[in-house]
């Protein structure tokens, strides 16, 4: 499961839909989300995927503290 926070709300696609896999480099899986999304590569070059010990991604914008 690829789980994406994108502007405000919350998706949860499989890998199968977005035609990745976990093992894929993060600017892959950006690429991806690009095109799914249809924005340009530069607006999710700031965004952190994390890998879970399940195996899920989760896909979301860099967190800014103080």
């Known amino acids: 499961m690829v789980h994406v926070r994108f502007e405000g709300r919350s998706y949860d696609l499989t890998e199968r839909e977005l035609n990745i896999t976990a093992a894929q480099t993060d600017d892959e899986i950006r690429t991806r989300l690009a ?5 340009g590569l530069d607006t999710l070059k700031d965004y952190v ?4 010990a399940s195996g899920d991604l989760i896909v979301r914008p860099e967190a ?3």
């Open 49 to 52: 995927i994390d890998r879970t």
């Open 35 to 39: 095109g799914r999304f249809d924005v």
């Open 64 to 66: 800014v503290y103080g």
